[in-house]
């Protein structure tokens, strides 16, 4: 399979560029390593079917779009994308900072989940993709990007979009400011001393679009989860549906 092997040629690739210092991927580290990989779900959330729609609605579009190759950035254990790639028989790259996310987590859930010898690990950091441009067919993010300020925020969509193959797509799910329960969710969690992502900041709707547009996205659609059902969002996960 000509596209595994151009995830394996890429990692390869990654391989000869000097890594940058561990110590700034220590505190992703500390939170992946205090979760029990057998307990992290195959997700079949509301989130994975928004990825599915925005795939299928472009698969279906009429531009000839014919996946071959995902990657994940900042993917964490990688519970949607790993699924997605299996439902799409995509070779799938995963990138995190944190290689206790990546080997701890990620993998041990590809085994699960029967897709680890069609998913290539790269620990690598999203400000400076370690592959040439146009690397991947469907980009694909989950919330790291709220996670970066100032020009960095820019940066951080900069990259995602020069490695997505021309006539590809770029899928980023964030949460939204003007949503008040993520918020909710995000107070009160700091409140208890239970916040365990670090600094964050939300995406308001607009500057979502705006990040994407100035990287260089076209046709930019904003669809998700609208603010009567986000209401979920406080329930204990297993009362979520």
């Known amino acids: 399979m000509k596209e595994l092997q151009r995830i394996r040629d890429l990692v390869d690739w990654y391989r000869e560029i000097p890594s940058k210092s561990a110590s700034s991927y220590k505190v992703w580290d500390e939170l992946w390593e ?3 990989p057998r307990l992290i779900p195959i997700e ?3 989130t994975s079917q928004l990825a599915i729609y925005g795939i ?21 254990p990688a519970s949607r994308s790993i699924q997605l790639a299996k439902k799409y028989q995509l070779a799938l790259c995963l990138l995190d900072k944190s290689h206790v996310s990546l080997f701890h987590q990620a ?24 592959f040439p ?22 940066t951080a969509f900069n990259e995602m979009q020069r490695i997505t193959a021309k006539n590809g797509i770029g899928i ?19 409140w208890k001393d239970s916040w365990e992502f670090g600094p964050t900041k939300f995406f308001t709707p607009h ?21 009567f059902t986000s209401w979920l969002r406080l329930l204990p996960r297993d009362k979520q549906v």
């Open 107 to 130: 993998r041990k859930l590809a085994d699960k989940i029967g897709y680890n010898n069609q998913t290539g690990y790269v620990q690598g950091d999203m400000l400076r993709y370690p």
């Open 133 to 154: 441009d146009d690397s991947f067919d469907i980009t694909f993010a989950y919330g790291p990007h709220d996670h970066f300020f100032s020009s960095e925020r820019q």
């Open 172 to 190: 980023v799910i964030v949460p939204s400011q003007l949503n008040p329960f993520w918020s909710l969710e995000m107070i009160q969690k700091v």
């Open 34 to 36: 205090s979760r029990d």
């Open 207 to 227: 500057e979502l679009v705006k990040k994407m547009k100035t990287a260089g996205y076209k046709n930019v659609e904003l669809f998700g989860a609208s603010f």
């Open 44 to 46: 079949n959330d509301g």
């Open 56 to 76: 299928e609605k472009y698969l279906n579009s009429g531009v000839g779009f014919n996946p071959r190759t995902m990657i994940e950035v900042g993917c964490g």
